[in-house]
């Protein structure tokens, strides 16, 4: 059986996290949990991006055109 994929990204999941977190504390820089929370979104959006630009150099040429006709 294959595995599941979640219904929502981890990214979203952990946005929502991070801003149940602010709202419940008092001090705006949080303690240690919000802090591994942050990184753990920063970790997760930095994987996104790579995927975005290895596919992007795989397609070569391919992918150049393709990009900057959608943009």
Known sequence: MAKK???EPDEVKL???IGAK???QGNPEGGTALR???KRLKREQRKRRALVQRKKRAAG???A???SASA
Request: hydrophobic share 35%; proline share 0%.
């Open 61 to 63: 040429s391919k992918g």
């Open 65 to 67: 055109a393709a990009t």
């Open 22 to 24: 602010l709202t419940d």
């Open 36 to 38: 591994s929370l942050k």
């Open 5 to 7: 994929r979640a219904a």
């Open 15 to 17: 946005k929502k996290k």
